[in-house]
């Protein structure tokens, strides 16, 4: 065992990536510890996610009750709609990961001081912190909330194997929201106010993810600017393969593809906007 | 008794100054914090036109008095927002981190005094700015004509409606003196307002039956809206009974939970 303080940084040899990996484990499970010391807190999340659903899926299949079944605008019929609406909510459950919360809170507060001093990366360390929280919101309130709109509302089957496009493009969907969530944190080092960025990144994803109402029930120009936009692949493509709304494997690939695009430009954009922001960043001490 | 109203009434305008003065020291701060309410509500407008192009009614209602709704939900809304939302830090972390006993130390109520820590929350601004906008827009979209007696009656229904939004979260913020922090059944309750921004004849009835009767929200928009809207008197006559009703409760809930207050040691 290496008892030097910073084995990275003193050792002349590259870390191997899965030996990597391990420096950021515990934090994953100081993460699920500090978690579970408020389980309550999962039951009042549930209650908060059901009464928004709620309110969308209550304005949309008002919309929808006279509607052929056929289907009515957009191609969508009450059935599939609400069932859009209601897994809209479900990502929008994946990816409430308080990354933006912790990291305007910890650059406020200088914390994030102590954490540079670490032979580990912020933004990494803040990644596996964060998939604890996405887990346990996935299993402890996604899942009962589901349960509970599928016993009230008539929802669409989807097809097996959509169910597993639509798994793949979900877990690109987390991604891309811990990494908008990131950039939205490190707003607290140019602002006090990231209380207000915050609401402001929350109702534009909300709208321009498609969370609040299909992109297909958008005007042209509307739909133009959130299809080019990152959060379009936050709810919006994981709901366009759930929903079977494609054709064929090249638009599949397509939609894929464009969220592995925002992931990677996302993750270089961070990269660099932190390396910026540290060398501008001053911490008072205490 | 009058002379300690008065105080406090003297006091409230003081600190109220001050909180405009941060204003200016914050100027950045106030435009990201009242722009943020205008695009949420601008987003949220869009949302009602999206609907809008596949219907022409929604529940009975028009596209302008769906925006009449909205904007007037704002108002009572942004009152509150403007001068409580110091409740948020008691949910959120005064008796968690054992900060609450500073309240119970000075010679003013102790509501006052941690609601006077930020008497002036200028975010709200723009929530008030939106829904004005929205009401006298929609309102003359609609060529709505009020008379005398809805005029007169409109700035009370505003207050009652913030009374209301008031109590919900002064209450579900005092429970965190038994739960230690409530921030998470406050952003519930929080949530759960949001429903009083569309026509509630769209909800089913036992979700009605919830918003008018157990968290009364339905008497912060719809209610009122209705009686502007239609002239109809209808749940209007219940607002006074309601809002006096839920500021009580909170009241109680308060008083318990400030008795039941014990500091942490740390």
Redesign the interface.
Known sequence: MNRSPLPEVTSGTPVRPAARVRHYLPFATAGLQSLLQYRSSFVTTGITAAAGAAVSVFLWRAVYAGSPPGGGPGGFTAGSITTYLLMAQILQILHANRVDDEVAAEVYRGDVAVMLVRPVSYPVVRFFACLPVVAANAVLVGVPVLGLFTLLVPLTVPRPADVLLFLVSAVLSVLLAFLVNLLTGMTGFVTTNTWGVRMVKQSVVAFFAGQLVPLALMPGPLRALASALPFQGMVDAPLALLLGRYDGVADVAGVLARQLGWVAGLTVLSAVLWRAALSRLEVLGG | MTRALWRHVRLAFFLGGVGLHRLSA?R??FV??A???L??VG??T??VG??F???PV??GWSYHEVLFLLGFSLLPRGLDHLFTDQLWELGRKLVQRGEFHRYLIRPVNPLFSLLSERFFHP?ALGELAVGTFLVIWSGSSIGLDLTPLQWAVAPLLVLCGALIHTSVKLLFASLSFW?V?SL??M??AN??S??AA?PLD???SS?RALLTWVLPFAFTSYVPCVYLLTGAAGLVVWLPVVTAGALALALAVWRRGVNAYEMTGS
Do not use: K
């Open positions: 914050y950045v701060d990201l914090g722009g943020a309410f695009i949420r987003l949220q869009a949302v999206l609907v192009r596949q219907i929604l529940g975010d739960t922090t998470p059944s952003y519930a949530q759960v949001e429903f569309y769209i909800y089913h979700l």
